[in-house]
């Protein structure tokens, strides 16, 4: 079992930059990576950024250049920093763990970010 805990969440302004955590707990050794999602009211949950425990990083284009994924080992956190944030970005920010035991992710609660112009 891996318990998820994310924050950083707030409403900020366009343009603004912002940095999201997700602190994972338990069975951390499982884990083989983490990924942000986000989803917004109506809309589906897409994949933000993910990264591996080896480090390897996917950013994908529609945020690439302002979204960037790293991750402290010792502390089993993973950041989300976002910059130039626009009012699309308004999502629920959820993160999510692979773990090498289970055949589906854990997820946290998420997090709320509001981009405000």
């Known amino acids: 079992q891996v318990m998820l805990v994310e924050s950083g969440g707030d409403v900020v302004q366009v343009g603004d930059s912002l940095r999201l955590s997700c602190a994972a707990s338990?069975?951390?050794?499982?884990?083989?990576?983490m990924g942000w999602y986000r989803q917004a009211p109506g809309s589906e949950r897409e994949l933000v950024a993910s990264i591996t425990t080896s480090g390897i990083r996917y950013i994908p284009d529609f945020v690439k250049g302002r979204f960037t994924i790293s991750r402290d080992a010792a502390k089993n956190t993973v950041y989300l920093q976002m910059s130039g944030v626009k009012p699309e970005d308004t999502a629920v920010y959820l993160c999510?763990?692979?773990?090498?035991?289970?055949?589906?992710?854990?997820w946290g609660q998420g997090t709320q970010v509001t981009v405000s112009s």
């Open positions: 338990g069975d951390t050794a499982c884990i083989s990576a």
């Open positions: 999510n763990a692979d773990c090498r035991r289970t055949p589906l992710p854990f």
